[in-house]
Structure formats: structure tokens, C-alpha cells
């Protein structure tokens, strides 16, 4: 079983940055992706950003230019640096990895609200 703990999360201003992080830890095979979704109320969970084993990533336009995403496959670890936040990146984000034959986990998610 593959355990994903996020951390930073929170309220910040718009414009403001915060930098969110998930470390994968337990019987971690091989990692196709890690990368980060969100859900805000009412609407479906969507794909923000991923990073592949290859280094190769991927961005939501909505976030392209203020986002980044950066994984250190050794610590199996990701994180994803906001900046220039508005309040309609409000949402829980969600640490996603997924492992080559496709198997699956999430993390618990943690809540960023931009809001003055």
C-alpha cells in the first residue's frame, strides 16, 4: 500500500504564493506520475499539474505560468510551487501518483483558499 502525506496548504491573499508538498512513502513499486488535482465546490476534480518519471510535465492552462510543478524521484516526493494566486485557485488540492500498470492513490488533500 502506497501512503501520500501533503502539507501547505492555507489562506493567502490573491497574488499572494504558498507551496504545497506530498511525500510518497510504503511498498512504492515504480512511479509513472506524481502530480497535483484540485476540487472546488460543486465542480469536478481537475488535473493541475503532473510530473512523469521522464521529466516530461503538464499544466492545466489555468495555471500555466504561475505554477510549478518539481518531483525528486529519489525521495519520491512532489511539490507545487503557487504563485500569483487567485481566488478561483480556491479549492482542496490533491497529491495524485500513479504507478506504471496503472494503480492508482490520492492523498487526504489539503484546502488553499486565496481570498482578502
Known amino acids: 500500500q502506497v501512503q501520500l502525506v501533503e502539507s501547505g496548504g492555507g489562506l493567502v491573499q490573491p497574488g499572494g504564493s504558498l507551496r504545497l508538498s506530498c511525500a510518497a512513502s510504503?511498498?512504492?513499486?515504480?512511479?509513472?506520475?506524481m502530480g497535483w488535482y484540485r476540487q472546488a465546490p460543486g465542480k469536478k476534480r481537475e488535473l493541475v499539474a503532473d510530473?512523469?518519471?521522464?521529466?516530461?510535465?503538464n499544466y492545466a492552462d489555468s495555471v500555466q505560468g504561475r505554477f510549478t510543478i518539481s518531483r525528486d524521484n529519489a525521495k519520491n516526493t512532489v511539490s507545487l510551487q503557487m504563485n500569483s494566486l487567485k481566488p478561483e485557485d480556491t479549492a482542496v488540492y490533491f497529491c495524485?501518483?500513479?504507478?506504471?500498470?496503472?494503480?492508482?492513490?490520492w492523498g487526504q488533500g489539503t484546502q488553499v483558499t486565496v481570498s482578502s
Open positions: 510530473a512523469f518519471s521522464s521529466g516530461t510535465t
Open positions: 495524485n501518483l500513479i504507478e506504471p500498470y496503472g494503480q492508482q492513490y
Open positions: 510504503g511498498s512504492i513499486f515504480s512511479i509513472y506520475t
